[in-house]
C-alpha cells in the first residue's frame, strides 16, 4: 500500500492485511492460535524479537493488528494494542504503567466500571485516586501531587454529556510531566482525535460505535509507542486480549463508521432540539445544542456532536421508570452505539446503588434519561420519546 496519506474514509476502508496469494478482496479470518516457524533459527530471533512476526495469538494476531492499525491512523497514534473489552483495556493501561505510590488525577465522571477500578481495586496495591469536578477545571492543578503519574478523563462524559477541554488537559499534562490518557469512545476518532490536543494514550471500548451493531466486545488503546509498549508486555503476560474474529468484525465495522457516525449526529441532534422544546423536560444536554454548558470547547475539539443526548424528565426517579416502561420502539439496554436508538434511567438502574449525593457528584440527577440515538428514521425516534413523555 502507498504510505501516502489519505482522507480519513479512505483509511478506514483501504488499510487493510496484504493480500494472501489467493487474492481476496477483503482480509480473510485468522483463526489460528498460534503460528509455526520455519526452523530453530526462525523460532530464537522470534522469541527474542529480533524479527517482527506472529507467535501466538494472545501476542498478536493478523486481524488484530489490521483492526489496531486502523485505529492508529485515525487517531494519529504511533502504536496501539487491542483487548476484549474496553474495560480490559482501560484496566491494563493503567495497570501496564503504574507502581505501588503512584497516583492518579481523574474527572469525576467516569464510567461506572473504571470508578470501581480507581477505588476498590487499584488502593489493593497502593494506588490512589483524587477526582476533580469536570465543571471546575481549574481546580485540576491542586489535586496534583509528586506522586501523580497520570490525569484521567472522558469526554463526553458517561452519561451526563459534560465536556472538558483537552487542550487545557494537554497543557497541564505537559506541565507536569504526566501521562494523560482520555476515553474518547463516546466520539469516536472520527469525531475527535484527542492525541492533536497532547493526550498520549487514547483509549476505547470498541464494543459502542466502532462496532456500532451491538454484536461483539472488544477494547483499544493507542498512543505513544514507549508506553504501549509496557501495556503490550502486560498484556502478553496477563492475556486479556482481543480474538480474531471480533477483530475481524470490529475492522470491518471501522470501514463505516464515518458514514454511520455522520447519521448517528444528524439525528441525535434533531432528537435533542425537539425535547429541548417538550414541556416535560427540565433540560437537554447534547454538545452541539448552543444551551450546552461546554458548547464552545466542543465547538472547538468535535467534528460533529456525537450520538448521546442526556435530559431531564421532570417527575424523578417515578417518572424515569414510568418513561422506560411506556416505550414501544426503542430498546432498554445497558449497552449504547447500536444502529438501534437505546434508552436508559440511571437513577433507576445503572447508578442505583449510589446515594443521590454521590449521583448528583456526578451530574446523574433523579429524573435523567441517557439516549443513544440510532439510525432509525429520525421522527419515528422522535414519535416513540413523545408518546412516552405523555404517559
Not at 2 to 12: D, G, V
Not at 91 to 105: C, E, K, P, Q
Not at 110 to 131: A, D, M, Q, R
Not at 296 to 301: R, S, T
Request: aromatic share 8%.
Amino acid at each position: 500500500m502507498s504510505k501516502e496519506k489519505k482522507q480519513f474514509e479512505t483509511e478506514a476502508i483501504r488499510t487493510q492485511l496484504e493480500r494472501t496469494e489467493f487474492l481476496e478482496h477483503t482480509s480473510p479470518l485468522y483463526l489460528t492460535s498460534s503460528f509455526v516457524f520455519e526452523d530453530a533459527e526462525d523460532m530464537r530471533a522470534s522469541f527474542t524479537e529480533e524479527k517482527e512476526r506472529n507467535i501466538y495469538s494472545r501476542f498478536t494476531n493478523p486481524n488484530t493488528s489490521e483492526f489496531v492499525d486502523k485505529v492508529c491512523k485515525m487517531e494519529g497514534a504511533e502504536s496501539g494494542y487491542a483487548f476484549a473489552t474496553g474495560m480490559a483495556a482501560i484496566f491494563s493501561t493503567f495497570a501496564a504503567l503504574l507502581d505501588s505510590g503512584d497516583h492518579i488525577v481523574s474527572a469525576r465522571s467516569v464510567f461506572g466500571s473504571t470508578h470501581t477500578l480507581f477505588t476498590k481495586y487499584l488502593p489493593k496495591w497502593n494506588i490512589e485516586t483524587t477526582y476533580f469536578d469536570i465543571n471546575k477545571p481549574e481546580t485540576i492543578e491542586s489535586c496534583i501531587t509528586s506522586k501523580t503519574k497520570i490525569l484521567y478523563a472522558e469526554s463526553p462524559t458517561n452519561p451526563a454529556i459534560d465536556i472538558i477541554d483537552l487542550e487545557l488537559l494537554g497543557n497541564i499534562a505537559k506541565k507536569h510531566n504526566l501521562i494523560l490518557i482520555i476515553d474518547n469512545c463516546f466520539a469516536t476518532p472520527y469525531i475527535q482525535q484527542p492525541i492533536k490536543y497532547g493526550a498520549h494514550l487514547v483509549v476505547h471500548s470498541a464494543t459502542k460505535l466502532m462496532d456500532g451493531q451491538g454484536r461483539v466486545l472488544g477494547g483499544v488503546t493507542v498512543g505513544d509507542a514507549d508506553l504501549v509498549r509496557e501495556i503490550y508486555l502486560f498484556a502478553r503476560n496477563t492475556g486479556p486480549a482481543l480474538s480474531p474474529f471480533n477483530a475481524w468484525t470490529l475492522s470491518k465495522s471501522l470501514e463505516t463508521l464515518p458514514v454511520r457516525v455522520d447519521k448517528h449526529c444528524e439525528n441525535a441532534l434533531k432528537v435533542a432540539e425537539f425535547l429541548e422544546n417538550h414541556p416535560k423536560v427540565n433540560w437537554v444536554k447534547y454538545p452541539f445544542l448552543k444551551s450546552h454548558p461546554q458548547y464552545e470547547v466542543a465547538k472547538k475539539q468535535m467534528k460533529l456532536g456525537g450520538n448521546i443526548v442526556a435530559f431531564e424528565v421532570k417527575s424523578g426517579i417515578e417518572g424515569g421508570r414510568k418513561f422506560l416502561n411506556a416505550i414501544k420502539m426503542c430498546s432498554l439496554s445497558a449497552n449504547l452505539g447500536d444502529t438501534r436508538t437505546i434508552v436508559t434511567h440511571p437513577a433507576s438502574t445503572t447508578h442505583s446503588k449510589l446515594s443521590e449525593a454521590d449521583r448528583l457528584e456526578v451530574s446523574i440527577t433523579d429524573g435523567l434519561v441517557r439516549v443513544s440515538v440510532g439510525l432509525e428514521h429520525v421522527d419515528d425516534i422522535i414519535q416513540d420519546l413523545e408518546q412516552a413523555l405523555q404517559e
